[in-house]
């Protein structure tokens, strides 16, 4: 019986888990900084949820659990939400301390040192307050790092360089839909 | 779902409040004054430019609710307004015995109050002086408030009771140049009352025309603009820094802009200052609905250097 259960795990670790990874589908999210390449993430982190509470009671609560939308294998990890906050770990009250990786005990979240690249905007031109009316610019004023500039046309260009996505222009966009989304650096499996 | 949740929290209320507007005391017959003095020392400056118009007694009386309104939009001290300033005008306000005085303001959506009170310093000038300090967005509960009959786009404004009880709102902005709302002074500084939603009305609905409307109630009744380091060329943040040692006060928030704004587009190098400061749109738009006046003829400017 033991060593049913033994040969399972070894099975299931070794060639379904694997399989799983590669065929069913999943969407591409962004994790909380600090967090380790996405094949170790799914294989490590617990689903516990304690970045998320930590989030929510010391930070600004934009951590969320991905939903099953997100696909069977991420349900319960967590995702930045930048519909309801923002990141605060750059020129924000994280700044010091991060919630969030201090609450992970299986080591997904790695404590960071400097500036922490989360990610980086997308635009979408159709849209865009701006480019159908006029009168809106909130992602240029936002921007603690310059990395939204006003071209001549008065449209707003995104230095994908610059751009740590900590998702400030995401939440302040005043279009419905956002006219801007927050999109991973590196999401390879 | 979480979307009419959200909405029916902020309008769920259908009482409508009503304000009044009082009229600007700092005038010369038909003119309106406004001091612009220069020197090193801010508290000496600060003083200075208030009582070049009349002196504070003229708004404040001891038991009233004095609501100090700095810009603390940005979590980068080069874009707030200077301590040293706010902290001059809590000084004056203490001297003449005000009790019950309030800084308050909900920053840019998409930065955190909190962190940019620490940050700027105002935190630190707020212990000194024992006075609230109250981040808005941490505020649960709204008021509507009914704007002015001349106002065109906006019939109500969603803010929150501390602003809306209070009886003299004394506006401390910074002057600083603005992507959209071409310059950032007192009239655009009273955005800085309103809820993280509202403020996406604004640009949804034009911005220009709202600003205007806003200040139809939300009128402040003393403008003390930061000019001691202007930023030009960027804004409102990460801008070309250019120090003036200059603060411009007045009882008119659009005599008080334009002058301001003259002065900022003196800095840039503009060939017709002057002009160009008249042609801010909300500017020209609070002057249509009544707020003050952006008539040069009709203005009174005092400069001194001390």
Redesign the interface.
């Known amino acids: 019986m033991n060593l049913l259960k033994r040969l399972s795990i070894i099975l299931t670790r070794s060639v379904l888990y694997p399989v799983f990874l590669k065929l069913l589908p999943k969407r591409a999210v962004v994790r909380p900084p600090g967090a380790i390449n996405e094949k170790d993430f799914l294989r490590k982190c617990a689903r516990c949820g304690a970045c998320i509470v930590a989030c929510k009671n010391m930070g ?1 609560g934009v951590l969320v659990s991905c939903t099953v939308h997100d696909g069977i294998l991420m349900y319960g990890t967590p995702k930045l939400d930048t519909s309801r906050a ?1 990141c ?1 770990i750059v ?3 994280c700044e010091e301390r991060q919630p969030c990786i201090e609450a992970c005990i299986y080591g997904v979240l790695k404590p960071v040192k400097g500036v922490v690249k989360l990610g980086y905007v997308e635009w979408d031109s159709t849209k865009c ?1 701006q480019v159908k009316q006029g ?4 992602c ?3 921007c ?1 790092m ?1 990395a939204v500039e ?1 071209g001549e046309d008065r449209r707003p260009k995104f230095d994908k360089e610059k751009c740590i996505g900590c ?3 995401v ?2 966009c ?1 279009a419905s839909p956002k006219a801007l989304r927050l999109v991973p650096r590196t999401f390879l499996l | 779902m979480y979307k009419t949740m959200f909405l029916s929290r902020i309008w769920g209320s259908k009482e409508v409040l009503k304000r009044e507007v009082r009229r600007n005391p700092y005038t010369r017959g038909e003119l309106s004054l406004v001091s612009v003095i220069r020197s090193k020392d801010p508290l000496k400056t600060v003083k200075a430019s208030i009582e070049e118009l009349g002196g504070i007694e003229k708004i404040i009386e001891p038991d009233y609710k004095v609501l100090v309104k700095p810009n603390v939009g940005f979590s980068d001290s080069s874009a707030d307004t200077s301590p040293e300033v706010v902290g001059a005008i809590l000084s004056i306000l203490k001297d003449i015995g005000v009790k019950d005085i309030t800084i308050a303001e909900s920053a840019v959506r998409g930065s955190n109050t909190t962190y940019n009170f620490r940050v700027s310093g105002i935190e630190q000038v707020a212990k000194k002086f024992d006075v609230k300090l109250i981040d808005l967005k941490r505020v649960e509960k709204k008021v509507k408030v009914l704007t002015g009959n001349r106002a065109k786009k906006l019939k109500t404004i969603t803010t929150y009771p501390i602003v809306y009880e209070s009886d003299v709102i004394i506006s401390v902005p910074r002057l600083k140049r603005h992507v959209e709302a071409v310059v950032t002074i007192s009239l655009k500084n009273m955005m800085g009352i309103l809820p993280d939603m509202d403020k996406a009305i604004f640009h949804l609905r034009g911005l220009h025309q709202c600003i205007a409307d806003l200040n139809t109630v939300f009128k402040p009744d003393l403008v003390v603009v930061d000019a001691t380091e202007v930023m030009t060329r960027r804004g409102p943040q990460g801008g070309d820094l250019v120090k003036t040692d200059t603060i411009i006060a007045s009882g008119d928030p659009v005599a008080a802009d334009l002058i301001a704004s003259k002065l900022l587009f003196e800095l840039e190098g503009t060939t017709n200052p002057m002009g160009k400061a008249m042609n801010v749109k909300h500017i020209k738009l609070a002057e249509e609905v009544g707020v003050g006046t952006a008539d040069p003829n009709s203005i009174e400017v005092i400069y001194r250097r001390l």
């Open positions: 600004s923002y605060e020129l924000g009250i307050i009168g809106c610019l909130v240029v004023e936002v603690p310059g006003v998702g400030r222009c939440y302040a005043p």
